[in-house]
Structure formats: structure tokens, C-alpha cells
């Protein structure tokens, strides 16, 4: 009989940055119990994922393995690690516990999809503990860029496993809790590290969120007009940063954006916030001079239809931007975000708005550990095998080689990758297939389904519709037409490419032999032949072609 066995399983999250979903399971091969760590979310872009919603983890795996699945774990209340929750657990209904921010943000999640929120358990943090199989798991805090983030200590037959969630090393945070090293420190002796990776090439150590707020007063303070500010509206350490840094330049504060006044609403909710100073509303904001106002709006990575992007393109709310206004990131644009940010600041300087980012002065840091940091983890944990997790491929494999370079045996493991944690090194066991879901309107559909793929080569290439009518006898009715979308009218021939299509058909269906026109899918076959060709000659396009054929019957 095969011995039990700790695994270690990401299904999202390592690889790329985005979309976290971890797997740890302790028994026999095939026969563990498991437990779930994140539910993330990844956001689309038009290029790739034209028309989704939101992209998930592909949760097959573990489905097909729910009734071995004792508990799922939330480190944290941002996206990409919380995103998915009320989407996904109708498949994956195991008991649920968070830290109290997390779980209200939570449990709003779980009530938008019907549920009542009472699937998910408010535990404290260590030195409680929750059981939960063959594992026991308490909630280690943990300073990130949003409150209560927590990392987990996994204690397991095999020993103890630290999943660090996204951290930073920060003893002064402002608002939540800060990095205790004595804490961290002291939890020793550790099997395995499974570490954050983000930052492994950013060479200097991290600053503290309190170097932030001085920079950002003197910003405020300074701007004439009208000020906006925008960051990531979970960072409600940095929110508060702003609006104070407003009140105490003599501004009114405004929140715009359902994102910024839900995190805030939850902030004080929750008691993490006591003081946030008082806001109006943008209808009050209209009534006060210009350079009296300090909006603080969503869209920090340019989503189009948030607050910042809204008022680079016009109005928002009947706010709107003026030469002489001064626009704040106090953020850091996420790779991939640049031409939507870049869209932003351009449209910003239009309307000669002055734009200030973190390049320009120290307005923002970082809720990831740079490389000096990470190694400082390594350093208090002293873990016997070093698991690289969140972040692409190039950073999970530099955080592998940082780790064997200060003696720590380390794996890369990439999404589908099974790790055995139970030998003195890690040991690649298994490759599980892993994909992604889509959040296609209200349905989810596969990556392998063809729906998006289908999307992408109608972007690309266009569409032609043909109708053809058939009668009683086997014999074209009428002329074939044609319908065309997303294609040029006319071609090289200078004449319509529509008449073209409709000709070049309406001569084959003129000398089609009877078994041929009889046959649906032959006659089909054909026509999407002719009409590729004949727009490949006509516009150097082959588009997608749909064969609309309907019978008359007798």
C-alpha cells in the first residue's frame, strides 16, 4: 500500500499574475483530503478575451474530488483571490473561513449569486486554529495593501506549511496590521514555504506605506484646481492616506466609483476604519470652488468604464476635468494595463489636466516583498523546501533559483503542477490538466469550448452570411444572397463585393450536380470554398462563412 503523502496543487495563480487557487492535500495517492486556498478572479482584455466578463481557475479538477474536499480558505478580500467565490462554489460547496474583513466582503460576493452568506466562517487570527481534515490551519497576519490579509499556517502530519498569501514587510503600515518579524520569526520548524514571487526582481527593499503619506500632502497641498486621485479602491490604507491628505489642504472630499464607496462602507463596517474623514456627494461637489474639491476615483489601470476613465473621455456625474486640474495614480499599473492607463494620461492632457504618477514623486509603494524582502522571509522562516507561487513563470523561476542559492531546496511549479512536499525535497509527482472558465454575460464557458476562439477570428477576419433557398425538386428558388460584417464594401475589382459573392454562388448552384445540392453538408462545404476564395482575391481576406440552406417541402 502507497504511503500518505502532503501535495501541494496550483490551479491558478502560478504562472501568471491574477486568478490565485491552491490546492494542499494530505492520505494515500488518490485517496487525500483536501483543502482550498483562494477563489481569484483575472480580468479580460479585447485583444485575447473580446466580450468576457471575468476569467476563473478551471475548478474540474477539484469538483470531480468535492466530497474530498473539507475547507476553503480566503487569505485575503482582493480580487484575485477572492473574485471567484460566488461564481464558482455551486461546485465547490465546502465550508468557507476568512478574517472578519474578508468574509464581509465575502459574504456581499456570495449574496449577489443567491446565497446568504452563511457558508462563509469569521475565524480571528492565530493562535486560533481551524481543523479541517487531516490539517490545521490558523490565519497569521500579515501586511499587504488591503487590511486584515493573512497568510496561513498549515500544520500538517507531514509538518508545517506557510502559504504567505501577498505580503510585504511593512512594521508601519498605517492602517492594519504590521509585519511582527518576532512573530514571524518564531514559527519554526517549517517543512515548506510556499512564497509570494511578484517582486523577486525589484533589487531594493520595499518601503514602508508610511513613507507615503508626507509625498502625498505635499502633492496635494501644492496642486491648484481641482485634484483628482486614484488607486487601487481595496487599498483603503492608501484611500485614507488621500482624503486626509485633502481635508488637510482645505478640500472637500468626494468617492466616486461603486468600487471605492463599497471598500470604505466595509472598512467602517467592519471597524477597521474609525476616522475617515467626511465625504460629499458629487451633486454637492458642484457647488463648491474648484480648488476646494478632492475627488478620489476608481479606474487606477484604466478599466473603461470606471470613474478616472470617465472623466479622461468627458463627464462623470456632471463632474468634469479642466486645464489646470491635477490628476493623481497613486498607483502602479499592472503589466498589461499600460495602453489602457496610457489612454487615460492622454486624454488627461487634452484637457491640460496635469498628471502626477509614481514616477514623478514617491506617491505609491508596492504590497509586494522586492527580493531583499523575499530573502528575508526565507531568512525568518527557514523552511526546508522553498515553493514559489503567484507570479509569472520568469518570477517563480528567479524566487527557485534565490532560494537554492541560499540552500533551500526549490521547485518550480507552475498551474497543473502536483508537488510532494514529504521528502527532504520537493518532488514533482503529477501534471493535472488546468484551463480557464470564462464569464461569458451570465454563463460560464470553457477555454476549449470554441466560444471566445470563434469571437476572436470574427474580429479578425470578418463574416459573411449566405442564404440559399432550395425547392421541392432540389433546385435553387431564388438567387443566393449574401450578408457581410465586418468586411469592406468594395474590392479590388471596384464593384461591390456583396454582388460578387452573390454571383460567384449563384453560378455554382447553377451547375452543382443534383447529389451535390441534395447534400447539406457537401453543398455547404462548397459554398464556404467559393466565398473564401472570392473574398481572398477580392479584399486578401478569408472570412467566416455561415451557410444558411432552407428546403421547401412538399
Not at 504567505?164 to 492594519?176: A, R, V, Y
Not at 526582481?201 to 481641482?226: K, N, W, Y
Not at 491640460?352 to 528575508?376: T, Y
Request: charged share 25%.
Amino acid at each position: 500500500m502507497a504511503a500518505d503523502r502532503l501535495i501541494y496543487l496550483p490551479l491558478g495563480g502560478a504562472g501568471e499574475v491574477g486568478m490565485n487557487m491552491y490546492v494542499y492535500g494530505y492520505g494515500r495517492p488518490g485517496k487525500e483530503r483536501y483543502i482550498l486556498v483562494d477563489m481569484g478572479v483575472t480580468f479580460p482584455d479585447m485583444d485575447g478575451t473580446p466580450g468576457v466578463d471575468l476569467i476563473f481557475p478551471d475548478v474540474e479538477w477539484i469538483a470531480e474530488r468535492v466530497d474530498r474536499l473539507d475547507a476553503i480558505f480566503i487569505t485575503h478580500a482582493h480580487e484575485d483571490h477572492i473574485g471567484a467565490l460566488g461564481h464558482l462554489y455551486p461546485r465547490l460547496t465546502a465550508a468557507v473561513y476568512a478574517r472578519k474583513f474578508t468574509a464581509h466582503i465575502g459574504r456581499l460576493k456570495m449574496e449577489e449569486h443567491g446565497f446568504d452568506g452563511s457558508e462563509i466562517t469569521t475565524v480571528g487570527a492565530m493562535p486560533e486554529m481551524v481543523e479541517a481534515g487531516p490539517f490545521k490551519v490558523g490565519f497569521m497576519p500579515i501586511s499587504h495593501s488591503i487590511p486584515e490579509s493573512s497568510a496561513l499556517i498549515i500544520d500538517t502530519p507531514e509538518g508545517r506549511v506557510v502559504h504567505t498569501g501577498d505580503f510585504k514587510i511593512d512594521e508601519t503600515p498605517g492602517l492594519g496590521e504590521p509585519f511582527d518579524i518576532k512573530a514571524w520569526g518564531s514559527l519554526g520548524p517549517v517543512k515548506a514555504l510556499v512564497c509570494d514571487s511578484t517582486n523577486v526582481f525589484s533589487p531594493d527593499p520595499g518601503r514602508s506605506e508610511a513613507t507615503v503619506g508626507p509625498e502625498i500632502e505635499r502633492v496635494v497641498r501644492e496642486a491648484s484646481g481641482m485634484v483628482v486621485a486614484t488607486t487601487f479602491a481595496s487599498n483603503i490604507a492608501r484611500v485614507k492616506t488621500l482624503a486626509d491628505a485633502g481635508v488637510a489642504a482645505g478640500r472637500s472630499v468626494v468617492l466616486l466609483g461603486r468600487a471605492m464607496k463599497k471598500m470604505i462602507g466595509a472598512g467602517v463596517e467592519t471597524g477597521l476604519i474609525k476616522d475617515f474623514p467626511a465625504t460629499i456627494t458629487p451633486e454637492e461637489a458642484r457647488d463648491i470652488p474648484r480648488d476646494h474639491l478632492m475627488l478620489l476615483a476608481t479606474g487606477s489601470q484604466g478599466e473603461r468604464r470606471a470613474a478616472s476613465a470617465q472623466l479622461a473621455r468627458g463627464k462623470y456625474l456632471g463632474i468634469e476635468l479642466k486645464g489646470g486640474d491635477t490628476f493623481i495614480f497613486s498607483s502602479k499599473t499592472i503589466p498589461g494595463n499600460e495602453v489602457s492607463v496610457g489612454r487615460i494620461t492622454n486624454g488627461l492632457s487634452e484637457k491640460d489636466v496635469d498628471v502626477i504618477d509614481d514616477k514623478m514623486a514617491a506617491i505609491h509603494v508596492s504590497g509586494h516583498a522586492n527580493r531583499p524582502d523575499l530573502q528575508r522571509m526565507h531568512e525568518l522562516t527557514k523552511p526546508q523546501i522553498l515553493v514559489p507561487m503567484h507570479g509569472e513563470h520568469r518570477m517563480l523561476r528567479e524566487h527557485a533559483k534565490l532560494g537554492e542559492a541560499g540552500g533551500i531546496a526549490s521547485v518550480i511549479a507552475p498551474n497543473g503542477t502536483m508537488v510532494s512536499l514529504s521528502g527532504n525535497r520537493p518532488e514533482v509527482v503529477e501534471f493535472v490538466e488546468t484551463g480557464r472558465l470564462y464569464l461569458d454575460g451570465s454563463i460560464q464557458v470553457g477555454a476549449l469550448d470554441g466560444v471566445v476562439r470563434d469571437r476572436i477570428r470574427m474580429a479578425l477576419n470578418g463574416q459573411v452570411v449566405i442564404g440559399i433557398l432550395i425547392d421541392e425538386e432540389d433546385e435553387p428558388l431564388t438567387d443566393a444572397w449574401a450578408e457581410m460584417r465586418g468586411l469592406p464594401e468594395v474590392g479590388q475589382s471596384r464593384v461591390s463585393v456583396q454582388d460578387i459573392l452573390e454571383e460567384e454562388v449563384g453560378q455554382f448552384l447553377g451547375r452543382a450536380d443534383s447529389k451535390t445540392v441534395a447534400d447539406d453538408g457537401k453543398l455547404e462545404e462548397q459554398v464556404k470554398r467559393i466565398v473564401r476564395n472570392a473574398c481572398s482575391k477580392e479584399i486578401g481576406k478569408k472570412p467566416e462563412v455561415v451557410v444558411l440552406i432552407s428546403r421547401l417541402t412538399a
